[in-house]
Structures are given as structure tokens and as C-alpha cells.
């Protein structure tokens, strides 16, 4: 039977009676606890949720005594920090049952809480990476040194050749070489608790006995307790250490340096005299348990901690029951004000383009939601109303033109954008424009008259910019071209250059800039551009520069310059015509 058959029956059981729920503990707890890694989530997150409803109707010392039970299989760390969370004997059995390797270990002890630290401190078969790192976060024994094992540095309890505990001093210090303290027997206690008692007392009194030698032994540079500590240099200042919290929000683990001096600060206290003072949007992100984000906090104690810092903090909540655990995040000191950065400049074009990305937003919205009531897409809708959002609908897609002109120009403008280079005939796509054009001017009797030889006159543009160009130019001088006026275009090249020179129309006359120029008053049968003509113009512009050319105005005349192309698209290369 494969693990997942035997969980899904057990899970499928009814408990009637406290014995069926004790019994149905047991075998889930046994399960789960020897649960392989490839196990079905699901199944494993229902299993949790029904050990947590079996918590409430097995009494706690029936679950302390099912948890320590050796035939138990808890080899699972999430089981045991499961167990870990709940009352204190059922934990306390948990951790003495539990069968981890050394990185589960490892990754285990900084969440539990303190008291389960000093608890798992006693386990005498913890890999020593697991001792160290609850020595680390200031875990030591919690009873006397038991024979055989070092009470201090060079200080050893044995036993003599007669089984009497001795206190031995090792090498280390500089002691005589006799310094070995017999435990007086004097002390005899008939009864079997006497003698128990009689030998603690006997350690207790070799044990204080040893560390006064050794405090004796040790070099007087400042007053201290006599305790046989060492001389040891302050660490410095840290400017950031990490930390995390219980679910009171009482810190319970730190970096080893600071541990000793911000464990069990209180972070979400209210208390006048608390050592950790926070200030009200921390609080409320705690109560709340919201992420904290450059929280305030100001800290009592040793040196090396008092003072201002800034917390940064996340909510940490266990799988798969989600339940609550605590802070996990980082304090560090503010930064000191120091002399005003220098402001970066913001080129204009950058913050054209970052308004048209914010105005693109609500207009494409506009645009969508008229489009669905203009086609009916959320239900019927009179034709008065979806004749107005067909009208919306346009004036906003004509928005989203202009736009793309902006964009356009400012990109152009300031090298964000080239233009693609390719190879094109530009006299074939001059021609091809005025022939569109004509049929618009020829009802006002105005016109188009191309004078250009008839070789190909290649440009090194890709033939969509180069229409793109030619159309914006033409478009924008036959729309304001007066009834019956004809227009010249003269296309030549020379010195590597196609030149395009066109007649302004009489509307211009008098514009000693008709780049800086604004649309003509009365309304034009041909718009190449929402912004009027001098808009059109410096876009046009724009193009011919990043093209390697220019546009230009030469008195009544717009002159425009583009690069030759060495061969036209399609033919061998060419030379340039005289």
C-alpha cells in the first residue's frame, strides 16, 4: 500500500470517541511525520488541518505521551515545528522525539521560540553545526556540568581511580601542576534523595572552587565579577543587523554580536520605560501583520545598539497552516543628512515622453469602453448613444495619433529613435504621393508639378519612412495650397545628397519660420497631422536628422536633403546624376 492510500484512509476515519481521536492522532502523526519528500501537498495540508482539530479534543498530557512515544517515526521538520507551536508539554515531548539530520536541525532552530531552544540545548545527540548555532544565539546548558564534561575553559569534571568526582584544571592555566580538587566526602545522606542532594551540593561547591582559581589565574586588566571571564575588544558599532520576532512581536532571535543585547525587546509595546520604543505606523503594520517598511524605532541598552534606527520587516507565517509566527527583517541606522545631492537633469523629451505614457492610459480606456457601446457588446444600447460613442470612439483614437506624433518627435529629438535605414527610390515615392494628393486639389483646380529626371534617385531610407516622410511633407503643403495654385517639386542629386525643393503656398508668405508657424485659420481638405503645420514640419525635420539629412527653409522655398543610397533597391549600383 503506497503512503498516500494509508494517510487518505486515516484521514477518511470517524472519531466517536476519545479513544477513535487519540488513535486517529497517532496514526496521523506517524504519517506525516515519515511523510517523503514526493508526498501529495494537498493531502499533507488536510492532514495538518486535521491534527489541529484533534489538538482541541485530545487533552494535552494525552498528546505529550502520543508525541513521545519511541515507536513514534517524527522525522519530518514541518511536523515538528507544528508540534513546536502548540502547548508547552506536547512541544517539549516533540523536541525530545524528533529524528532530524543536521541541516533540518539547522533550519529549524531560529524559528522556535526561546524556551524550546533552551530545551533542545539539553539533547545530548544534536550535530555539533546545531550545538553551535544555539550557542550562537546564546543558548548555553542550562544545569551543572555533568562528569566527563567541560564546565569551563581548562576546567574538567572526571572521576579518580575509586569513582570519586574530581575537578580537573587543565594545562591551560597557569596553575600548579597539582590543582586537583577531591569532592570532600564528608557529606553522607542515608536515604537515596540525601545522597543526590549530597552530590549536587559537593559539585556546586568544586564548581564555584574552580572558577576562583581560574579568576585568580587571569590577567587583572579591569574591574570585573569574578566569574573567570576573559578580556575581550567591544565589537563596533554595527550600522544594520538582522532580526526577527515572536508573534507578540517580542524579538527572538538577532545576529550573534547583537543577540545578547536585543533579545526579548518588546517591538510592539506601548509601555512607558520599554526598551524599544517604535512609533505609531510600526505599531499599527504589527497589529495589523502587514509588512513594515521604514519603521521607526529607538533602542535602549549597550552602546553598540542605543539609538535611532530604521525596520524593515515582513510577516512570517508557517506552512501549511498559515498560522502567524512573527517578524523576520532588518534594522540598520539612518542615514545622516549630508549636503543636497545635485539633481540629475531631466531632459525635456524624458518627461514628454513619461506624460504621454500617463495620458495614453485613460484614452485608451475611453477608446475600448465606447468601442463595446458602440458595437452593442454589453447589450443593447440606442442608436443615439451609440452614434455618440462611435464619435468618441474617434476623437479618441485621433488623440492616440497625436500622441504618437509627441512621442515621436521626442524620441527623434533626443536619439532615442532612428529612423530604419534601408535603400528606396525616393523620386518613385515622391511621384506616388503627389498622385494621391491630386485627386483632393484637382477639385479646388490647386496641384502638384514633380520636375525630375527620370533616373532613380535612391535614398538610404527603408521604403515605410521614406512614404512616411514624403507623405507628411506633401500632405502638409497641399492642404494649405489656395484654389488654382499649383505647387512645384524639383528632385535632384548631387554631392551624395537627394535634394527635394518645394514652393511654399501663398498662405505662407510673410512666416520667416514656418517650422515655428501655426495652421492656417480657415479648414483644410488635407491634414497630415493633428498639431498643425509647424508641428508637422519640425517632425518632418526631426526625421530628415536622424536620417543623416535636414529640412530647411531657403526663403519661399522648403529644401529638403536626405543621404544617396549606392544602389537602389532591386538594380545595380548607381551613379549619382550631375
Do not use: C
Amino acid at each position: 500500500m503506497q503512503f498516500d492510500d494509508r494517510l487518505a484512509t486515516v484521514l477518511r476515519m470517524q472519531a466517536g470517541s476519545a479513544f477513535a481521536a487519540g488513535t486517529q492522532y497517532r496514526q496521523l502523526l506517524d504519517l506525516v511525520g515519515s511523510a517523503p519528500l514526493e508526498a501529495d501537498h494537498e493531502l499533507l495540508a488536510t492532514a495538518y488541518a486535521k491534527l489541529g482539530g484533534l489538538s482541541h479534543e485530545i487533552s494535552a498530557e494525552l498528546r505529550s505521551s502520543i508525541v513521545g512515544e519511541p515507536s513514534l517515526r517524527l522525522r519530518s521538520p514541518e511536523l515538528v515545528a507544528f508540534l513546536a507551536g502548540q502547548d508547552l508539554p506536547t512541544a517539549t515531548a516533540a523536541l525530545a522525539a524528533a529524528r532530524l539530520d543536521e541541516q533540518q536541525w539547522n533550519a529549524l532552530i531560529p524559528a522556535l521560540p526561546i524556551p524550546l531552544r533552551a530545551l533542545l540545548r539539553e539533547r545530548r545527540d544534536l550535530p555539533q553545526a546545531s550545538l553551535k548555532m544555539l550557542t550562537d544565539l546564546g543558548i548555553g546548558g542550562l544545569g551543572l556540568p555533568r562528569p566527563g564534561e567541560q564546565a569551563e575553559p581548562g576546567v574538567f569534571f572526571t572521576r579518580d581511580d575509586l569513582g570519586d568526582e574530581v575537578l580537573v584544571l587543565g594545562p591551560s592555566q597557569e596553575l600548579d601542576s597539582d590543582a586537583v580538587l577531591e569532592l570532600d566526602p564528608a557529606l553522607e545522606i542515608a536515604d537515596e534523595n540525601g545522597a543526590a542532594i549530597g552530590a549536587l551540593v559537593k559539585r556546586i561547591e568544586a564548581f564555584q572552587r574552580a572558577r576562583k582559581s581560574v579568576a585568580a589565574a587571569a590577567p587583572a586588566d579591569s574591574p570585573r565579577l569574578p566569574l573567570g571571564e576573559l578580556p575581550f575588544d567591544a565589537p563596533a558599532a554595527p550600522h544594520a543587523f538582522d532580526f526577527a520576532t515572536d508573534a507578540e512581536g517580542r524579538i527572538n532571535w538577532a545576529d550573534p554580536a547583537l543577540a545578547p543585547m536585543t533579545v526579548g525587546m518588546a517591538l510592539a509595546s506601548e509601555l512607558p520605560g520599554t526598551a524599544a520604543r517604535t512609533d505609531e505606523a510600526m505599531r499599527a503594520a504589527m497589529r495589523h501583520r502587514l509588512p513594515i517598511r521604514g519603521g521607526r524605532a529607538v533602542l535602549a541598552g549597550a552602546p553598540a545598539i542605543e539609538g535611532a534606527w530604521r525596520v524593515d520587516a515582513a510577516p512570517h507565517f508557517t506552512v501549511p497552516t498559515g498560522r502567524f509566527t512573527g517578524y523576520r527583517g532588518r534594522m540598520r541606522r539612518p542615514v545622516e543628512a549630508g549636503p543636497a545631492p545635485a539633481v540629475p537633469h531631466e531632459d525635456s523629451a524624458d518627461r514628454v515622453r513619461m506624460m504621454l505614457h500617463e495620458l495614453r492610459t485613460p484614452v485608451n480606456a475611453i477608446q475600448g469602453f465606447s468601442e463595446m457601446i458602440q458595437q452593442q457588446v454589453l447589450g443593447a444600447v440606442p442608436n443615439e448613444y451609440r452614434a455618440l460613442a462611435a464619435t468618441i470612439a474617434g476623437d479618441a483614437a485621433r488623440m492616440l495619433a497625436g500622441f504618437e506624433e509627441l512621442d515621436r518627435l521626442a524620441k527623434l529629438e533626443s536619439g532615442a529613435l532612428e529612423p530604419e535605414r534601408g535603400a528606396s527610390d525616393f523620386r518613385a515615392t515622391v511621384l506616388h504621393m503627389a498622385t494621391r494628393l491630386e485627386t483632393v486639389l484637382s477639385q479646388r483646380g490647386a496641384g502638384l508639378e514633380l520636375d525630375a529626371p527620370l533616373a532613380a534617385h535612391p535614398v538610404t531610407l527603408a521604403r515605410h519612412d521614406a512614404e512616411l516622410l514624403a507623405w507628411r511633407l506633401l500632405a502638409t503643403i497641399a492642404g494649405a495650397a489656395a484654389p488654382g495654385e499649383a505647387l512645384r517639386l524639383v528632385l535632384s542629386s548631387a554631392d551624395g545628397r537627394v535634394r527635394l525643393a518645394i514652393d511654399l503656398p501663398a498662405t505662407f508668405a510673410g512666416h520667416d519660420d514656418v517650422f515655428a508657424g501655426q495652421s492656417p485659420a480657415r479648414s483644410q481638405a488635407v491634414v497630415s497631422g493633428m498639431f498643425g503645420t509647424g508641428f508637422t514640419l519640425r517632425l518632418a525635420r526631426a526625421e530628415a536628422r536622424a536620417a543623416g539629412g535636414d529640412l530647411r527653409q531657403e526663403n519661399d522655398r522648403l529644401v529638403l536633403a536626405l543621404p544617396r543610397a549606392e544602389t537602389a533597391p532591386g538594380e545595380n549600383p548607381i551613379k549619382p546624376v550631375d
